[in-house]
């Protein structure tokens, strides 16, 4: 099949073919990373922007890796240092940016729909680096690929995610992306973590975590939102951290051959502890070096390149 929108906004917008199509091309994309020449000419002449109003460190840095292993241009534009701080808005920001013609805008806002109403506005193609606790598509094609990578497969797995569902767009982004595929998905974390009707989505709610891992092929930890006001949703830190922390007791109970995820950042001694995080089940860097391939794959097909 070939890539015919102009923009990745979310998963919801996805089908399957779509997403076995990012997944499949970010594979032949992994081998450049590993080159001694890390570049390939295939975006020479296209400009890439990262507008970014929320901090990050993998996203804005993978995409700009991605793009310029692909040779394309690349401009990094950060709320701090932009003229947001003068009062200007997203949408004056945005037509700006737009004026100098760059082929694709990065997001990243706190505001859920922000790239959404950029897309309307602007002829660039637009990729969503998150917004506020809506989606994140990218985080959620890498976590598949790293997924299917390491278990050769997405079908018939059981996907565990903990913590704080409620306020993650990572959670939001995999549950969508996994609903294509035939695995058991299960959430786990305290009650008010969970959002009401979430099953309605077609996934489980544990609330306790040993039940929860027992025979997981797959555990995805999410570390507190703080900036989204998650400590106020449980008693204490340690409290969340004794009942909800993944430990080495935990991960005795899931499969043998579980493997760990993480999207980071990582609270090391909360949400995981610094053994597990570091230990044989981790794969947690694999997704770090997994989202270079993958962003290049989107880079690639929203920019005319056919699979
Ligand atoms: N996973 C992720 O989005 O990390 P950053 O916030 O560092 O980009």
Not at 104 to 121: E, F, Q, T, Y
Not at 123 to 138: L, R, Y
Not at 214 to 241: F, T
Request: charge should be neutral; charged fraction near 25%; glycine fraction near 6%.
């Amino acid at each position: 099949m070939n890539w015919t929108k102009k923009d990745l906004l979310g998963i919801t917008e996805l089908s399957k073919d779509e997403i076995t199509l990012i997944l499949d091309t970010a594979e032949s994309f992994k081998d450049i990373s590993k080159r001694e020449v890390k570049k390939v000419p295939t975006l020479r002449g296209k400009t890439v922007i990262t507008l970014f109003y929320e901090p990050s460190t993998r996203t804005r840095v993978s995409f700009e890796i991605a793009a310029k292993r692909l040779s394309a241009d690349t401009i990094n534009v950060s709320s701090s240092t932009s003229s947001y701080v003068k009062g200007e808005t997203l949408k004056d920001t945005a037509k700006n940016l737009e004026s100098m013609q760059p082929d694709v805008i990065v997001i990243r806002h706190n505001m859920p729909g922000a790239p959404h109403m950029l897309s309307k506005i602007v002829n660039s193609s637009v990729i969503n680096a998150g917004d506020g606790a809506h989606e994140h598509p990218t985080q959620a094609l890498l976590d598949l690929f790293t997924m299917r990578e390491k278990k050769g497969r997405l079908d018939g797995l059981k996907f565990v995610i903990i913590g704080d569902i409620a306020h993650s767009r990572v959670a939001r982004s995999n549950i969508f992306a996994l609903k294509h595929f035939d695995s058991e998905i299960v959430c786990c974390g305290p009650p008010t973590m969970i959002p009401p009707f979430i099953e309605d989505l077609g996934v489980k709610v544990e609330y306790d975590i040993n039940r929860a891992v027992k025979n997981a092929d797959v555990i995805m930890m999410l570390r507190i939102q703080k900036e989204r006001g998650g400590v106020s949703y449980i008693p204490s830190i340690n409290e969340y951290s004794t009942i909800y922390g993944l430990k080495q007791d935990q991960v005795k109970k899931a499969k043998k051959d579980v493997i760990i995820m993480h999207p980071g950042p990582m609270n090391r001694g909360v949400e995981i502890t610094g053994e597990v995080a570091d230990g044989p089940y981790s794969v947690i860097l694999d997704q770090v070096e997994n989202g270079v391939a993958v962003r290049m794959a989107v880079l690639f097909l929203l920019t005319g390149g056919e699979a």
